[in-house]
């Protein structure tokens, strides 16, 4: 029950009402080249989440963005484009993945390009690559801590091998389910405790 329904003396709450007193979270879709894998795993990890129902869930494409290399040229309507979508997000959740055991340059750039609109939200990895881009997700860690993004401790790890069918379809393996639904408690539990600090 929430505040208007006490007010109006209501008992019930309309469907718009309950999107507007949920979460936003952001899957943020790392990779930005053509023929990139990103938008699969987004798209499994947003179907996974819109079944829980207890955030809004959306995809947030860097390349819809088209920011150049920061400082490069003048590019104020596309960061601020930027930092608006960010802004209006409470929580992330990466989708990452390894580019010479690091993160892509364009997620880097893209974290660049905005401060206090990722301070003090939460954000889930969930990463690719050879050996589950693991060495990407440790990497984005420490950047995520000098910009107060709170990450959790649950990644789901995929294979290049195993989860991807000839490296290119996306066939996650049962057991990532279940982390993937580990990481989003945390995200949503850490969003939303973070929100007395916003
Ligand atoms: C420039 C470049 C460097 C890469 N380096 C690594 C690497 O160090 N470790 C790894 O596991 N995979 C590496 N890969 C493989 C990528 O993880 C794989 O191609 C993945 O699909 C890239 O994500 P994307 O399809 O969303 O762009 C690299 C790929 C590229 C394009």
């Known amino acids: 029950m929430g505040f208007l329904d006490k007010v109006l003396g209501r008992t019930t709450t309309t469907e718009e009402e309950k999107t507007m007193s949920k979460l936003n979270i952001g899957i943020i879709l790392g990779s930005t080249r053509q023929g990139?894998?990103?938008?699969?795993?987004?798209?499994?990890?947003?179907?996974?989440a819109n079944q829980r129902g207890d955030a809004n869930y959306e995809i947030v494409d860097i390349a819809d963005f088209k920011l150049p290399l920061l400082g490069e040229v003048d590019a104020t309507p596309q960061a601020t484009a930027w930092n608006e979508k960010l802004a209006s997000l409470d929580g992330f959740v990466f989708i990452v993945q390894e580019y010479n055991h690091s993160i892509t340059a364009?997620?880097?750039?893209?974290?660049?390009?905005?401060?206090?609109?990722?301070?003090?939200?939460?954000?889930?990895?969930?990463?690719?690559?050879?050996?589950?881009g693991a060495r990407a997700a440790e990497h984005l860690r420490g950047i995520l801590g000098e910009l107060s993004v709170a990450d959790v401790r649950v990644h789901p790890a995929l294979s290049l091998f195993t989860d991807f069918e000839?490296?290119?379809?996306?066939?996650?393996?049962?057991?990532?389910?279940?982390?993937?639904?580990?990481?989003?408690?945390?995200?949503?539990?850490?969003?939303?405790?973070?929100?007395?600090?916003?």
């Open 166 to 198: 000839n490296g290119t379809v996306f066939k996650p393996a049962d057991l990532h389910l279940t982390n993937v639904n580990g990481m989003l408690d945390q995200v949503v539990a850490w969003s939303g405790a973070l929100k007395v600090l916003r």
């Open 106 to 132: 364009s997620l880097k750039n893209a974290l660049d390009y905005a401060r206090d609109a990722w301070n003090n939200k939460a954000a889930g990895i969930v990463s690719y690559g050879s050996v589950g």
């Open 36 to 48: 990139r894998l990103s938008p699969q795993v987004g798209e499994w990890v947003q179907s996974v």
